[in-house]
């Protein structure tokens, strides 16, 4: 069974609360995409090179240089694991390449594990800088997210005693996990709650316990994880909600944000003037879509819908009376 990292960072502290033999197979893992980023940032390089790239890696390799056989055996594991095929161009002195990049590209989960993987490793080489280095912490990825997967793999209900925000006691209950999301440094997990026969989101980092069980779940067959938040800006889902065109016109100072960072994948430029730029959506204008909004002032205004609009007015005027007599 393999494991997820924590974002981008704080592998080795992760480490050290798994258990020996999870460790292990996070190291080896880590290790692969150790190798797997090191050659597509080469493009094509010869075993030595890779070797000595190893070597000066001294959080994994031990100043230990990468033996041949070591290399073959990592390259059918990569092969096996994640469908990656390294090949030998030998014309030109055996130099070592990514067959298939566009299966990296084009699967966003392998795509954001290896490059988690890779910043995670470079950070392992510069861990004298530590003190210069700041991240986010992720409060719920190490608790519970491991036996979950773990849970996902086999269908397996999984009973979990959960207290929300603004809830005064905890509550034990069972839930089929569909799939996991992680969004603004959190993780939250969609399930299927037989009670209420309904899938409903929760935060992992507000679970107290959580434990797998013997009984098992059928997953819809026509259920797509991508597919149920397509129309969605993060974790809240409406069914109340419906999806709608949205314009959003971004102020000089924001339209690079907004055109490398995109609010949705729906969306699209209509027209960038020097002076704003008008962006189409498609989305439902969820809780926390609409607090995107909110956090970006006056650098974004939203042009259409009119409910939109007033519903923005109603919270900004909510936020003027707070300072107003201030």
């Known amino acids: 069974m393999q494991y997820l990292p924590r974002c981008c960072t704080g592998c080795y502290k992760f480490l050290l609360t798994l258990p020996q033999q999870a460790r292990c197979n996070m190291l080896q893992l880590q290790k692969y995409t150790w190798l ?6 080469a493009g094509k390089i010869s075993l030595e090179d890779i070797s000595d790239r190893w070597e000066r ?12 056989a070591t290399f073959n055996r990592w390259k059918d594991a990569i092969f096996s694991q994640f469908g990656i095929i ?4 030998r014309s030109g002195g055996y130099l070592y390449y990514i067959e298939n990049p566009e299966d990296i590209d084009e699967d966003e989960l392998k795509k954001w594990m290896l490059d988690s993987f890779a910043v995670s490793n470079l950070i392992s080489e510069n861990l004298s800088l530590k003190e210069r280095i ?5 409060p719920s990825a190490r608790n519970h997210l491991a036996t979950l997967l773990e849970a996902m793999k086999e269908n397996r209900i999984v009973t979990i005693t959960y ?8 509550h034990k209950f069972p839930i089929e996990p569909y799939c996991v999301k ?5 993780w939250y997990v969609l399930a299927h709650n037989a009670r209420y026969d309904d899938c ?3 935060g992992l980092d507000r679970i107290e316990d959580l434990e797998i069980t013997a009984e098992t779940f059928k997953l819809p067959k026509d259920f797509s994880a991508s597919e149920y938040f397509s129309n969605y800006y993060g974790i809240i889902s409406d069914s109340n909600i419906k999806p709608e065109r949205i314009v959003v016109r971004a102020w000089r100072g924001h339209i690079p944000y907004m055109k490398s960072l995109p609010l949705h994948h ?3 430029l209509l027209e960038d003037n020097g002076e704003y730029a008008d962006f189409e959506l498609f989305l439902a204008p969820t809780f926390d879509f609409i607090m995107r909004l909110l956090s970006a002032g006056a650098m974004i205004e939203v042009i259409s819908p009119e409910s939109l609009r007033k519903t923005l007015k109603g919270w900004i005027a909510d936020m003027y009376s707070l300072y107003v007599n201030g």
């Open 36 to 41: 797997i980023d090191t050659i597509r940032k």
């Open 57 to 68: 890696n001294k959080e994994l390799s031990d100043y230990k240089p990468l033996s041949r």
């Open 86 to 89: 390294i090949s030998c161009q």
């Open 134 to 138: 700041l991240v986010n912490k992720i």
């Open 163 to 170: 207290c929300g925000f603004n809830k005064s006691e905890s």
């Open 182 to 186: 992680l969004f603004e440094n959190r």
């Open 200 to 202: 409903r989101i929760y």
């Open 266 to 268: 729906s969306q699209k």
